[in-house]
C-alpha cells in the first residue's frame, strides 16, 4: 500500500474519531442523563434550596423588570451574561452586581459551541469573562453554554479559564412565542425539587420577541411555590453544590 493510500485511510478513521470525541458532552444535554449521572453539571445543591439563574442578559429593556421583582422579594439569583449584552450595557452590569447578584457568563457570543474548535471556544470564552470581570472587579467563575450543549473544547477552555459549567434541572421553555406565566410557572415547578437549579431568561435577544415577559409574569407564583415546598431561593454560591 503506498504512503498516499495509508494516509487517506488514516484520515477516514481518525476524522471520525474526532468528531465523535469532540461531541462526546452533548450527553449531558439529556436532562433526565444529567441530573441522575451529573449532578455537579446539572447545578445539584443542598436539599432545603433552589438556585434560581438566568441567561441570555442584560438587557436594558427587560433586565430591570427582573432586578426590581427580585429587589421586592428580597431575593438574589445567578445571572449568566452574553458578553457581547455585557459591553452594550456596562452600567446594567454593575446594577446587577451592585444589587447582590452573582454574575457568570454565557459566552460571548449566543453560537453552538459544537460548530467551534477548540481555539475559537476558549478565545469566546476568555473575552467574556474579562469584560465582565473588569466591569464588576470580580473575575466570574461560573459558565453556561449557549443551548446548555457542552463540548470537549469547551470543558478544556472552562478547565484552562478556572471556569466551572453548570447547567440546570428544571427550566420555563420561556423563549418561545406561546410561553405565558401559567405555562412557565407549570414546567418549571412540575420539574423541580429541592436542591434543582431553575432555568429562565431575562433577555430574547436569542428568543421570540417580547418572550420575556412570560418569565417575568411566572417570577412571583415560582417563588411562592418554592415558599410553599419550604425550599429558599438563591444563586448558585449558596447552593451548597
Avoid at 153 to 182: I, S
Avoid at 189 to 194: A, Y
Amino acid at each position: 500500500m503506498s504512503t498516499e493510500r495509508l494516509l487517506r485511510t488514516a484520515a477516514r478513521v481518525a476524522v471520525p474519531a474526532l468528531v465523535a470525541a469532540h461531541a462526546a458532552p452533548v450527553l449531558s444535554t439529556f436532562g433526565p442523563l444529567r441530573n441522575r449521572a451529573m449532578p455537579r453539571l446539572a447545578g445539584r445543591g443542598r436539599a432545603d434550596h433552589v438556585a434560581l439563574t438566568f441567561d441570555d442578559g442584560p438587557d436594558p429593556l427587560s433586565t430591570p423588570f427582573f432586578l426590581r421583582a427580585l429587589e421586592e422579594r428580597k431575593v438574589t439569583a445567578t445571572f449568566f451574561l452574553l458578553g457581547c449584552q455585557a459591553r452594550r450595557s456596562p452600567g446594567l452590569v454593575r446594577e446587577i452586581a451592585a444589587a447582590g447578584h452573582e454574575i457568570g457568563i454565557h459566552g460571548w457570543l449566543h453560537r453552538p459551541l459544537l460548530l467551534r474548535g477548540p481555539r475559537a471556544t476558549y478565545d469566546d470564552f476568555a473575552r467574556a469573562r474579562d469584560t465582565v470581570g473588569a466591569l464588576t472587579g470580580r473575575t466570574p467563575t461560573l459558565f453556561r453554554p449557549p443551548y446548555g450543549v457542552m463540548s470537549t473544547g469547551a470543558h478544556l477552555a472552562a478547565r484552562r479559564l478556572g471556569l466551572t459549567p453548570v447547567l440546570w434541572t428544571a427550566w420555563g421553555e420561556d423563549w418561545t412565542a406561546r410561553a405565558t406565566p401559567d405555562s412557565v410557572h407549570r414546567t418549571v415547578t412540575r420539574d423541580l425539587d429541592g436542591g434543582g437549579t431553575i432555568l429562565l431568561h431575562d433577555s430574547d435577544c436569542t428568543s421570540a420577541p417580547g418572550a420575556w415577559r412570560s418569565a417575568l409574569g411566572a417570577l412571583p407564583r415560582i417563588l411562592d411555590t418554592c415558599e410553599e415546598r419550604d425550599l429558599s431561593v438563591g444563586p448558585l454560591r449558596e447552593h451548597g453544590r
